[in-house]
């Protein structure tokens, strides 16, 4: 009968099967026009793909798609299948030859009875055409309206292409492809995702009943839906086991077996959420990032979506669930006030992995439940970490040939620096959150964090080289994100790091800038890669539905400061967690005993507070902050910070806490591993900071060689015994900042005798 009838006999039927007939030829014509590059479409062009993203260990963390589809090969799909798809929609499928003529003439017959359209016709190649150019071609809702019309001219087409592809691909590439692409409802494209999401089973397990089930859901998956209408269904499926059965493909007992068994669908669908917002556990936050950083890179969503590749990240669980039980301990996911957000990355000099990052605050849409979908682990947190930018102004001072034990002038609160000045220039006070000794040495102004002594530090290092230190070790975004004026709140043309440097602002050392929780935490992990700066990365590798690698662009590491300098500021930050130290209480109540370098921030009204902690093989950070709408100060617990009139939180506090109460029980039973050696240049520091010892010199003598050295003199007069005009007090002694005033105490060369005792007269 094929031999009889010519591609003409095709066209007629379908002419005459659809009433409007008019323009036939027209239509015809146009529908061959780029018939062949259609064709090659169908045979070349991939299937859209699930894209998979895990765990550093490769188990799924979430998944992204415009249509959820895993491809098998045909040997993989169970022989029942494929024999209930041949016995309901196309029992001549291994005959024929892309169409069915005898099926065709059937149908013509049918519905020129009828007037209208009750039989089909389509082989299960066409169906595939027909599927393909819906499924895979169409990207509009009109060209998808266009891929299902009923019209003598996408009939023709459909005919052409089918008649095409059989010459082309073999019965058994067919199948494959049609398998793969058919819609089977409830977001499964393709039989393996059918499989999965109505029976839990992959393809090769589907029994007769199960394989009838899907047959028969191919006319209509919204009509034959099993979990909205089963009873249609059941009886859909039950004509095909019937079918199977008449057709000989199955026997009378397996077809009683199948007739009698339940529908079997699993409660609830083993469908796949789709995006970051369905993601395993709290690993949201992380998934965004990691769509972000693949977008930077070149690969966008839209890619992801379609290609069905493998993400592999660097996520570690163990690090994810210690990060969230404590982010979670210490403000709760409800809390009204306060979110409290972290990132540990690992330190290395050839990259820097992201191990975990997450927030109390749920990842999601729903704002009434207090979920958001901001990138608050790795976006800029406006509010600020506070002291711990005085790394920044330390690691300038130890570049500039200070060492990290030199010893600081602490003024008190109240000291007016000279370049300490508001938007008018008027001078503002540094104030202190307490009360220190006159000199303490960097090391121990680390811990302590006096104010003043990081503004007066800030005098010697300059406010430019302070910012650039800062981004060089970590804080990238603040030369690329736009400086907001803060009376306007208008957005300029220049950059955080250029407005601050221009306007020699420096508050900088104060930690009053909008900082990303997750470079702080990498800043952490350049001092601990002996000053190697690497992009933080999430992703691990990335490799296609082939399994060939994709190339992941990244900026190169980069030796930000020299290693010796990297090490000892690392020495000079271990005070934080012993007694003294402002994360000392933190410490102390997990009882750690680990060598670490840590810096606690608070930020001047306590609307946010920050921890920096660093272990040779973890850097996290933490922030926790008010992040509704009008921030307000926040007073530390019981149970979570909330919103107050004054402030109390500390970054001793709950960042501490949250930091500590991670990495107790992500560190435990690991070997306990020192900080790295210090270097002696940057321990005691250049020449430009030491202070000639001249005790005892006559006074001119002493003004000599302190002025040669670079330090100013002032003198006064005590009594002493020593000859007059030598020196007997000398401060500061030791190490200073460069040009720091000496003030020397000179002899007046006698003591007055004292006074007689009381009631002698006289």
């Given at each position: 009968?094929?031999?009889?009838?010519?591609?003409?006999?095709?066209?007629?039927?379908?002419g005459?099967?659809?009433?409007?007939?008019?323009?036939?030829?027209?239509?015809?014509?146009?529908?061959?026009?780029?018939?062949?590059?259609?064709?090659?479409?169908?045979?070349?062009?991939?299937?859209?793909?699930?894209?998979?993203?895990?765990?550093?260990?490769?188990?799924?963390?979430?998944?992204?798609?415009?249509?959820?589809?895993?491809?098998?090969?045909?040997?993989?799909?169970?022989?029942?299948?494929?024999?209930?798809?041949?016995a309901?929609?196309?029992?001549?499928?291994?005959?024929?030859?892309?169409?069915?003529?005898?099926?065709?003439?059937?149908?013509?017959?049918?519905?020129?009875?009828a007037?209208?359209?009750?039989q089909?016709a389509s082989?299960?190649?066409?169906?595939?055409?027909?599927?393909?150019?819906?499924?895979?071609?169409?990207?509009?809702?009109?060209?998808?309206l266009?891929?299902?019309?009923?019209?003598?001219?996408?009939?023709?087409?459909e005919?052409?292409?089918?008649?095409?592809?059989?010459?082309?691909?073999?019965?058994?590439?067919?199948?494959?492809?049609?398998?793969?692409?058919?819609?089977?409802?409830?977001?499964?494209?393709?039989?393996?995702?059918?499989?999965?999401?109505?029976?839990?089973?992959?393809?090769?397990?589907?029994?007769?009943?199960?394989?009838?089930?899907?047959?028969?859901?191919v006319?209509?998956?919204?009509?034959?839906?099993p979990?909205?209408?089963?009873?249609?269904?059941?009886?859909?499926?039950?004509?095909?086991?019937?079918l199977?059965?008449?057709?000989?493909?199955?026997?009378?007992?397996?077809?009683?077996?199948?007739?009698?068994?339940?529908?079997?669908?699993?409660?609830?669908?083993?469908?796949?959420?789709?995006?970051?917002?369905?993601?395993?556990?709290?690993?949201?936050?992380?998934?965004s990032?990691?769509?972000?950083?693949l977008?930077?890179?070149g690969?966008?969503?839209?890619q992801?979506?379609?290609?069905?590749?493998?993400?592999?990240?660097?996520?570690?669980?163990?690090?994810?669930?210690?990060m969230?039980?404590?982010?979670?301990?210490?403000?709760?996911?409800?809390?009204?006030?306060?979110?409290?957000?972290?990132?540990?990355?690992?330190?290395?000099?050839?990259?820097?992995?992201?191990?975990?990052?997450?927030s109390?605050?749920?990842?999601?849409?729903?704002a009434?439940?207090?979920?958001?979908?901001?990138?608050?682990?790795?976006?800029?947190?406006?509010?600020?970490?506070g002291?711990?930018?005085?790394?920044?102004?330390?690691?300038?001072?130890?570049?500039?040939?200070?060492?990290?034990?030199?010893?600081?002038?602490?003024?008190?609160?109240?000291?007016?620096?000279?370049?300490?000045?508001?938007?008018?220039?008027?001078?503002?006070?540094?104030?202190?959150?307490?009360?220190?000794?006159?000199?303490?040495s960097?090391?121990?102004?680390?811990?302590?964090?006096?104010?003043?002594?990081?503004?007066?530090?800030?005098?010697f290092?300059?406010?430019?080289?302070v910012?650039?230190?800062?981004?060089?070790?970590?804080?990238?975004?603040?030369?690329?994100?736009?400086?907001?004026?803060?009376?306007?709140?208008?957005?300029?043309?220049?950059?955080?790091?250029?407005?601050?440097?221009?306007?020699?602002?420096?508050?900088?050392?104060?930690?009053?800038?909008?900082?990303?929780?997750?470079e702080l935490?990498?800043?952490?992990?350049?001092?601990?890669s002996?000053?190697?700066?690497?992009?933080?990365?999430?992703?691990?590798?990335?490799?296609?539905?082939?399994?060939?690698?994709?190339?992941?662009?990244?900026?190169?590491?980069?030796?930000?400061?020299e290693?010796?300098?990297?090490?000892?500021?690392?020495?000079?930050?271990?005070?934080?967690?012993?007694?003294?130290?402002?994360?000392?209480r933190?410490?102390a109540?997990?009882?750690?005993?680990?060598?670490?370098a840590?810096?606690?921030?608070?930020?001047?009204?306590?609307?946010?507070?920050?921890?920096?902690?660093?272990?040779?093989?973890?850097?996290?950070?933490?922030?926790?902050?008010?992040?509704?709408?009008?921030?307000?100060?926040?007073?530390?617990?019981p149970?979570?910070?909330?919103a107050?009139?004054?402030?109390t939180i500390?970054g001793?506090?709950?960042?501490?806490?949250t930091?500590?109460?991670?990495?107790?029980?992500?560190?435990?039973?690991q070997?306990?591993?020192?900080?790295?050696?210090?270097?002696?240049?940057?321990v005691?520091g250049?020449?430009?900071?030491r202070?000639?010892?001249?005790l005892?010199?006559?006074?001119?003598?002493?003004?000599?060689?302190?002025?040669?050295?670079?330090?100013?003199?002032?003198t006064?007069?005590?009594?002493?015994?020593?000859?007059?005009?030598?020196?007997?007090?000398?401060?500061?002694?030791?190490?200073?900042?460069?040009?720091?005033?000496?003030?020397?105490?000179?002899?007046?060369g006698?003591?007055?005798?004292?006074?007689?005792?009381?009631?002698?007269?006289?």
């Amino acid at each position: 009968m094929l031999l009889s009838l010519s591609l003409l006999s095709g066209v007629l039927a379908a002419g005459l099967a659809y009433p409007v007939a008019a323009g036939l030829g027209l239509a015809a014509n146009q529908a061959s026009d780029g018939l062949t590059g259609a064709s090659a479409d169908l045979i070349a062009d991939p299937l859209p793909q699930t894209t998979t993203i895990t765990d550093s260990r490769g188990d799924p963390i979430a998944y992204v798609f415009a249509q959820d589809r895993e491809l098998v090969d045909a040997a993989d799909v169970a022989p029942a299948m494929i024999a209930a798809l041949v016995a309901v929609e196309d029992r001549r499928f291994f005959e024929h030859e892309g169409v069915d003529w005898a099926g065709t003439v059937r149908a013509l017959l049918a519905n020129t009875a009828a007037g209208d359209i009750e039989q089909g016709a389509s082989t299960l190649t066409q169906q595939y055409v027909k599927n393909y150019t819906l499924y895979v071609l169409a990207d509009t809702e009109a060209e998808r309206l266009e891929a299902v019309e009923q019209t003598p001219a996408r009939k023709l087409r459909e005919v052409q292409i089918a008649l095409q592809l059989e010459q082309e691909l073999s019965k058994e590439e067919i199948l494959t492809r049609y398998l793969n692409t058919v819609y089977w409802g409830n977001g499964a494209y393709g039989i393996a995702t059918a499989a999965r999401t109505y029976f839990g089973v992959t393809p090769d397990r589907l029994t007769v009943a199960q394989a009838a089930l899907l047959a028969g859901m191919v006319r209509s998956t919204s009509g034959f839906d099993p979990v909205r209408h089963p009873d249609a269904a059941r009886e859909r499926r039950d004509l095909v086991i019937r079918l199977m059965r008449d057709q000989g493909m199955i026997d009378d007992a397996q077809a009683q077996a199948a007739l009698a068994s339940p529908l079997g669908i699993v409660s609830p669908l083993q469908t796949r959420p789709n995006g970051c917002i369905g993601a395993r556990g709290e690993s949201g936050f992380f998934c965004s990032y990691v769509l972000a950083h693949l977008a930077d890179a070149g690969i966008p969503q839209e890619q992801l979506e379609r290609g069905g590749y493998t993400v592999r990240t660097t996520l570690e669980p163990e690090a994810m669930a210690a990060m969230t039980a404590s982010l979670d301990a210490e403000v709760p996911p409800d809390s009204p006030d306060a979110a409290n957000v972290m990132s540990v990355v690992r330190p290395g000099t050839d990259a820097h992995r992201i191990a975990a990052m997450g927030s109390s605050r749920t990842f999601g849409l729903d704002a009434e439940a207090r979920e958001t979908s901001y990138g608050l682990p790795y976006e800029p947190v406006n509010l600020g970490a506070g002291s711990i930018y005085k790394i920044f102004t330390a690691a300038t001072a130890l570049e500039k040939g200070l060492g990290i034990e030199t010893m600081l002038e602490v003024p008190p609160s109240g000291y007016a620096s000279p370049i300490y000045r508001d938007g008018g220039g008027r001078s503002i006070p540094v104030q202190n959150s307490g009360d220190y000794a006159a000199r303490l040495s960097l090391t121990d102004a680390l811990a302590q964090s006096p104010n003043t002594a990081f503004v007066r530090l800030m005098e010697f290092t300059g406010v430019p080289d302070v910012v650039d230190m800062a981004v060089r070790l970590g804080m990238r975004s603040l030369a690329t994100t736009p400086f907001v004026d803060p009376g306007t709140g208008e957005v300029t043309d220049r950059s955080i790091a250029e407005v601050t440097k221009a306007q020699q602002q420096a508050s900088f050392t104060l930690g009053v800038t909008p900082t990303s929780v997750l470079e702080l935490a990498n800043v952490g992990a350049t001092l601990a890669s002996g000053g190697v700066w690497c992009p933080p990365t999430p992703v691990e590798s990335v490799t296609d539905a082939a399994g060939e690698p994709l190339e992941v662009p990244e900026a190169p590491c980069e030796q930000a400061v020299e290693p010796g300098l990297a090490h000892t500021l690392l020495a000079g930050l271990s005070r934080d967690d012993k007694p003294g130290g402002t994360a000392a209480r933190a410490a102390a109540e997990v009882g750690w005993m680990r060598p670490m370098a840590g810096k606690t921030g608070t930020t001047q009204h306590h609307q946010s507070a920050a921890f920096l902690g660093v272990v040779p093989d973890l850097s996290g950070a933490v922030i926790t902050f008010d992040n509704s709408a009008n921030p307000r100060p926040l007073c530390d617990g019981p149970g979570a910070p909330f919103a107050c009139r004054s402030g109390t939180i500390f970054g001793g506090r709950t960042p501490a806490e949250t930091w500590f109460g991670t990495m107790t029980p992500l560190l435990a039973g690991q070997p306990v591993q020192p900080l790295p050696p210090t270097d002696p240049r940057y321990v005691e520091g250049g020449e430009a900071t030491r202070i000639p010892d001249v005790l005892g010199l006559p006074g001119d003598e002493a003004r000599a060689v302190l002025e040669r050295a670079g330090f100013p003199v002032t003198t006064g007069t005590v009594d002493s015994v020593a000859p007059a005009g030598t020196v007997v007090g000398q401060s500061p002694h030791g190490t200073a900042l460069p040009e720091e005033t000496v003030v020397l105490q000179l002899s007046s060369g006698s003591v007055p005798p004292p006074p007689p005792p009381p009631g002698t007269g006289g």
